[in-house]
């Protein structure tokens, strides 16, 4: 059975970081991309970032580059996004997604097979 755990969000001021977790089971951690996807409300689902299966490449959509890190245990079966800077606009439910088999994807969400509950992360004053 697949199990895609997130954590780590909340209320944060702008201008603050938040560091998400998200721990899976149930397949071959390093066989599959990992990214964080995030849906706000009343907005379809983007990619906000992404990783190989070794953490060799990394990816991120244009408006998160520069304060937003990925990064992965392969061990701990864990990926994590630290997002600094928060601003506003990065209000959103927050996803962890496997792409099992499959290379990072920053514009189409199929590839995407796996999906956590989500966590929501909130930037306001």
């Known amino acids: 059975r697949v199990t895609v755990v997130e954590s780590g969000g909340g209320l944060v001021q702008p201008g603050g970081s938040l560091s998400l977790s998200c721990v899976v089971s149930?397949?071959?951690?390093?066989?599959?991309?990992m990214a964080w996807i995030r849906q706000a409300p009343g907005k379809e689902r983007e990619v906000v970032s992404c990783?190989?299966?070794?953490?060799?490449?990394?990816f991120y959509t244009n408006s998160v580059r520069g304060r937003f890190t990925i990064t992965r245990d392969n061990a701990e079966n864990t990926v994590y996004l630290q997002m600094n800077s928060l601003q506003p606009e990065d209000t959103a439910m927050y996803y962890c997604?496997?792409?099992?088999?499959?290379?990072?994807?920053?514009?189409?969400?199929?590839?995407?097979?796996?999906w956590g509950q989500g966590t929501q992360v909130t930037v306001s004053s």
């Open positions: 990783i190989s299966y070794y953490g060799t490449s990394t």
């Open positions: 997604a496997a792409a099992f088999g499959r290379l990072c994807d920053l514009d189409d969400l199929k590839p995407y097979n796996y």
């Open positions: 149930g397949f071959k951690f390093d066989d599959a991309s």
